[in-house]
C-alpha cells in the first residue's frame, strides 16, 4: 500500500515512558503501516536550535505499533537533537510526519512462529512484528533500566550486558539456545554489531533471517541516494529497498 | 503559463537534480504523486556515459541548517537510461522532462548529447559543470575560459535547448555565466552544492565516504541569491536559480533577483510535496500583491 | 603554550577581526573583560589608510544559522588608530596584539606597513585581502598570481610577522595560500565571510545599506572547515582557521584539519565570553582523550 | 556601573500579559539597569527552528522595570522568530542573558518631572524611567487591546489610532496639549515616525528631548559595528552610544 503523498500534521497524542526510552503516539487515519515500515518524523515547531544547530532533517522512526483507527506510535531514544526534540515533544504539541516508507518485514508462511531479535532501541519494529504476526522476543539491553521496555512484548526473553535482569551477555546466546531447541526464520533489528553475529548465527544454523537496517536519512523516499547500504548487488538504498533486507543480500 | 526555453511550464517551480528520484517516489506514494506533481517540469538526477557505483557511505553529514552530501553521482550509465529510464518516465511524467548530464571531457558529453538527441521525451537538457577537472581539482565549470570552449565544442551536438548548471566554487560565478551564454547555452542554472567537510566524531578523518562533499539547504541561501543576481545582471538568457528554497518567499527572492524559475533540491527531502506549497505560496504571494 | 610565528600564546583561540572592540566592551564590562580576556591574541579590526565611515544602515542581516554583515570596514584610518587606539590598546592588552590592515593598492599597504614597522604594541600584521578590485570587482585575493604579486611588493616593508587573510570567493583557495606563503606571507588565515544577498521583505531590493553582504556563523562552518583543510594540506606556514566556530567541537575540527590556531567571529556576539568556554572546551576534550 | 562579562543563564520567574505584550521576568542580582538599558536575551533551548531557520542571535530587549534584588522585567511583542520565541517561554524555562547595556537616559534635574511619550513596545524603556524618576506618561497604541499596556504606569495619558480608549489620534496631540500647559524635557520611545514627530514638536516648543532609538542588533556591545545611526557626528552606534540618544543629535 503506498503511503499519502506529501507531509502531513498529526496531533501528538500519546508520550509514556519505559525507562529511558519514550513512546509516542500520533493519529495518521489515512495510512496502515506493516511492520518494519518508518516514518520520517520532525516536530511542527521549533525543529531546530540544539546542539550544532541542529536538527534540520526530519528523523526515520519506526512504526513500533499500529493501533485502532490509525494510531501510530513509535519507540524513541535520545542519541541527539533530533531524537532530544521528539523525545521532549509534550501532548497536544504537533508532529510532521511522512510514511509510512520503506520495504518491511515479510509475512511468516502460515504457522511459523518466527524469532524476533531485538537489541536497544531496535527492539522497536519488533514490537509490530509480534502484534501483527506472534513470533517469541529475545531482547538484549545494557542494563535494568533499559530492559523496561521489553513490557512492550509478550513473553519475551530478555538479556543485558550487564547482568542486572534476565541472562547476563549477548542476546545472540539467547538466540542460539532457541534454534538449539527448533529452528526457526529470524526477524531482528539493533545496532550493526549485534545484526553481524545474528547473520552469522543464522547462516550457522541454515535459517532465513531478515534484518531491519539503519542508515542516515535525508529524505526516507529514494530521493537522496544517501541511505544506501552494501549487499551483493551493490549499493541499494535502505529506505526504499530496505530498511529489511533478507540477511543473505548483504555484503 | 511560463514560457522557458520554449517548454511552456505550468508555474515557475522545479526540482533540483539529484534531489528526487521520480520512479521511486511513485513506488512509495503510488498515483498520487502524479495527480498531485509538484514541479513544472521534472530534472533527472546527473546521467553519465558510464555506470557509477556512487561514494561509499555515509553520504549525508546534517550541518547547521544544511546537509552536506557526497552522493557520488551514482546512475546506471546512458544505456541504462535510454533503456529503462527514460521509457518508465515517458510514460509516467505528467510534465515535461530535463534530463541533467555529465561528462569528465567534451567528448563524453558530446557522445552523451549525440544519443539523447533521438529521444523526443527529453524536452531540454542540464549540463553539469561541477565535474571536478583530473588536472586541477577544480570544477571543469569554474573557469569561464574553459567552460566557455567546451561549450563550443558540445553545443552543436544537440538541438535541445542547453541549460549549463553552473559551479558555485568559483571567484567570478557572472563570469562563468557570460562564458556559457557565448557558448551558445539556451539558460544557466545555479547554485550546485558548496564544497563543505564533516570530519567524524573523534577525529577519525572526513565522516563522509567520498571525503568532502556539498552543501545545501537553508545554509546556503543567500550565498545563492547572490550568485543569482549577479548572474542575471550579467546575461540575458533565462537563469533557474536555487539553493536553500525552502518557501513561496524564499522562491520570490530568487524570481525578484533575476531568475525565471527556482528549482527546490534538499527542502523536498524535509516535504515531499514543497514543490506545490511552494509554487502554491508563490502564486498567494502574487495575489496578496496584487490585491 | 602555542607558538605562532614567534608569538608565544596560552591557548590556541583568538578573535576574528571585525568580531570584538576591545575598547567598546571594556567600557561596558569594565576590568572583568581584562580579568577574564576570552582571546589569547587580540586582531584589530580593519585598519585602513584613510577614515572610512563604513556603509550606511541596515548593515546586518539575520539568516539560517548565520548572520549577514555589510558593515563596510568604517575605520578612523592609520594615523587615529596610531594617535589614539594603538596607545588605548597597549595600555589594557593582556595579550598580543594582531593588527588587521588593508590597502587597495598596493601603495597603500605599503604605506600601512611603514608606519607601523614603528610601533612595539603591534605584535604581528594580518593583511585583509577581500578588498574589491576596482578593475574586476572581484577580491583582490582571489586570483593566487596576483596575491603573489602583491605580497613580493609589501613584504619587504614589514619585519613583523605577517597573516595573509585570504578570500573564500574563489576557486581555489589552496593556491591562494601558496601563492601568499610564496610571496612570504608568515602564515595565512581563513576563511572571510561568503558573499552573500539578502532582499528586503516586500520586493523593494537589497536590505543592506551597502547592497550585498558577507555570512557568517554556523552556516559557513563546514565550508570554512573544507577551505582550511585544503589549505593546510597545501601550505606548509601556520593557517589559522576560523568561520562558524560556536564550541570546543568546532575548534577541534579546524585544529584537526591542520589549523594552528583558531578564531572566534560571530559566536562572541551571541555571547561575549565565547573565546574563553572553547578555549575551555577544546582543554577538556583534550583531557577527555587523554584518559 | 558595568556589566558582568559574558553571557548568564537566569531561569524565568515571571510571565503574564497586557492585551498581547507579554512580560517576562527573570532574575539578575549582580546588575542593576539604568532606564533606558537593555538586554541581550536568548532562550537556552531550543533557539533556533522558527521561521526561515531563525533566530539565531540573541534580540535586544529594554529593561522595563527593576524590581529588588535584581529583579528585571521586560516586555515584548511578538513582531518575528526571535520574539515570538521569547514570548513562548514558560516559567521555569531559561534565558540566555547579556546585561545590562548601552547608555540609557539621563537622570532628570531634581524638581523636573519629564513626559514620557512612548508608542507601543516602545513604551517599556519608560516604565523603568518612571518607576525611578516619576514624570506624566503619553502613550499612543493602536487600539484597546494593546493600551491594556498603560496598567504598567501611574496616572498615563492614552491615546490610540482607532479611537477604541482615550484620545483618537496620535499621542503626540497629547504631548503638545501637555507641552502648551508647561514646558517639560520629553523622554521618548517609539517607531521611527513618532520619533521623527517627537523631535519636530520638541523644537517648536525649544524642550530637550532624549529619544531611545531601534537598530537591528547581532552583539549589543559595540563588537559588530551593525547598529549605527546617522548622527551629527557621522554613525555612532546605537547599543554602545546609545540606545538613548539627545534629539539633537540624530541626523
Ligand atoms: C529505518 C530507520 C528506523 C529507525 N527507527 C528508530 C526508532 O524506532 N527509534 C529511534 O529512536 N531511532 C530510530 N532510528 C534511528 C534514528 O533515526 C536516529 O537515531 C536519529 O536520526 C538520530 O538523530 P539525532 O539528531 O538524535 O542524532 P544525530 O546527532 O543525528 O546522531 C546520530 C548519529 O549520527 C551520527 N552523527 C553525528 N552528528 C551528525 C551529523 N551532524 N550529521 C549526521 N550524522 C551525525 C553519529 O554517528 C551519531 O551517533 C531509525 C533509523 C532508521 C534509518
Ligand atoms: C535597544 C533596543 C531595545 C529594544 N527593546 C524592545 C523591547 O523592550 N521589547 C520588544 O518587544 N522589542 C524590543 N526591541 C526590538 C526587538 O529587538 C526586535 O523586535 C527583535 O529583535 C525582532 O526579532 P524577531 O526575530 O522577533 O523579528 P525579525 O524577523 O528579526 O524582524 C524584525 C524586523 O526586522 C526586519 N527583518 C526581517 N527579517 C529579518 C532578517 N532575516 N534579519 C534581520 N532583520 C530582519 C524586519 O524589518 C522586521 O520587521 C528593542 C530593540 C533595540 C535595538
Ligand atoms: C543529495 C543531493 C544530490 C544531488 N545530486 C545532484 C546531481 O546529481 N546533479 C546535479 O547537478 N546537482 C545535484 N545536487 C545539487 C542540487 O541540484 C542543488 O543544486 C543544490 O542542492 C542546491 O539546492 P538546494 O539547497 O535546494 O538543495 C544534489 C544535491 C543534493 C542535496
Ligand atoms: C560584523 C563582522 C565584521 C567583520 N569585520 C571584519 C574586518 O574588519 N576585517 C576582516 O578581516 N574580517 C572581518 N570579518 C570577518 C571575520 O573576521 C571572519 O573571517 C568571519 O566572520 C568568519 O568567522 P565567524 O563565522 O566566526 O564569524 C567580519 C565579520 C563580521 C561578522
Ligand atoms: S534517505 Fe534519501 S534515498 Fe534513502
Ligand atoms: S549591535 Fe553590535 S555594535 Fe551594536
Chains 1, 4 share one sequence.
Request: hydrophobic residues 45%; proline residues 6%.
Amino acid at each position: 500500500m503506498s503511503a499519502p503523498f506529501g507531509r502531513r500534521h498529526a496531533p501528538l497524542l500519546i508520550r509514556r515512558t519505559y525507562g529511558p526510552y519514550v513512546v509516542l503516539g500520533a493519529g495518521d487515519e489515512s495510512a496502515r503501516a506493516q511492520p518494519g515500515q518508518f516514518y520520517m518524523l520532525a516536530s511542527a515547531e521549533r525543529w531546530g536550535g540544539g546542539d550544532g544547530e541542529r536538527p534540520y532533517l526530519a528523523r526515520a522512526v519506526s512504526v513500533m505499533s499500529v493501533g485502532d483507527e490509525g494510531l501510530m506510535e513509535f519507540l524513541l531514544e535520545e542519541v541527539g537533537p533530533g531524537t532530544k526534540r521528539l523525545c521532549e515533544l509534550e501532548v497536544g504539541e504537533g508532529l510532521l510526519i511522512v510514511g509510512p516508507l520503506g520495504h518491511g518485514f515479510d509475512e511468516p508462511d502460515a504457522g511459523v512462529e518466527p524469532l524476533l531479535v531485538g537489541g536497544g532501541i531496535g527492539i522497536a519494529p519488533l514490537v509490530a512484528v509480534q502484534e501483527a504476526w506472534g513470533g517469541q522476543a529475545l531482547l538484549g539491553f545494557r542494563d535494568a533500566e533499559h530492559a523496561k521496555a521489553a513490557e512492550l512484548f509478550t513473553d519475551p526473553l530478555v538479556s543485558t550486558d550487564d547482568g542486572s535482569r534476565g541472562h547476563h551477555g549477548f542476546v545472540t546466546e539467547l538466540l542460539e539456545a532457541e534454534l538449539a531447541k527448533q529452528s526457526r526464520p529470524i526477524y531482528a533489528c539493533g545496532p550493526p554489531a549485534m545484526l553481524h553475529a545474528v547473520r552469522a548465527v543464522a547462516r550457522t544454523h541454515e535459517v532465513d533471517c531478515e534484518l531491519a537496517v539503519e542508515a542516515p536519512m535525508a529524505c526516507g523516499f529514494g530521493a537522496c541516494y544517501g541511505c544506501v547500504v552494501a549487499t551483493v548487488d551493490g549499493y541499494r538504498r535502505v529506505c526504499v529497498d530496505g530498511p529489511v533486507f533478507d540477511g543473505a543480500v548483504l555484503a | 503559463m511560463i514560457e522557458f526555453c520554449g517548454l511552456k511550464l505550468r508555474h515557475p517551480v522545479i526540482n533540483a537534480s539529484g534531489c528526487f528520484d521520480v520512479l521511486a517516489a511513485a513506488r512509495v506514494f503510488g498515483d498520487e504523486l502524479f495527480e498531485q506533481f509538484p514541479f513544472a517540469a521534472y530534472v533527472s538526477k546527473t546521467i553519465t556515459l558510464r555506470a557509477r557505483a556512487g561514494n561509499p557511505p555515509p553520504r549525508l553529514w546534517e550541518s547547521a541548517a544544511g546537509l552536506i552530501n557526497s552522493i557520488g553521482l551514482p546512475n546506471g550509465g546512458l544505456r541504462a537510461y535510454l533503456e529503462t529510464d527514460l521509457p518508465a518516465l515517458a510514460a509516467a511524467l505528467p510534465v515535461p522532462l530535463i534530463t541533467n548530464v555529465m561528462g569528465s571531457t567534451p567528448e563524453e558529453v558530446g557522445e552523451i548529447l549525440d544519443a539523447l538527441e533521438a529521444e523526443a521525451t527529453v524536452a531540454a537538457i542540464e549540463l553539469n559543470v561541477s565535474c571536478p577537472n583530473v588536472a586541477t581539482g577544480l570544477d571543469i565549470g569554474a573557469d569561464p575560459d574553459g567552460l566557455e570552449a567546451l561549450l563550443h565544442h558540445v553545443r552543436p551536438r544537440s538541438s535541445k535547448p542547453l541549460i549549463v548548471k553552473l559551479t558555485p566554487n568559483t571567484a567570478d560565478v557572472a563570469a562563468c555565466a557570460a562564458g556559457a551564454q557565448a557558448g551558445g547555452a539556451d539558460a544557466v542554472s545555479l547554485i550546485n552544492t558548496l564544497r563543505a567537510l564533516a570530519l567524524a566524531p573523534g577525529g577519525s578523518g572526513a565522516w563522509l565516504g567520498g571525503g568532502s562533499g556539498g552543501l545545501s539547504g537553508p545554509a546556503i541561501r543567500t550565498v545563492a541569491l547572490a550568485q543569482v543576481s549577479r548572474v542575471a545582471q550579467r546575461v540575458t538568457i533565462p537563469v533557474v536559480g536555487m539553493g536553500g528554497v525552502a518557501s513561496g518567499a524564499d522562491a520570490r527572492d530568487l524570481l525578484d533577483a533575476g531568475a525565471t524559475l527556482v528549482a527546490v533540491g534538499t527542502e523536498s527531502f524535509r516535504d515531499p510535496a514543497a514543490g506545490s506549497r511552494i509554487a502554491r505560496e508563490l502564486d498567494d504571494g502574487f495575489t496578496q500583491i496584487a490585491h
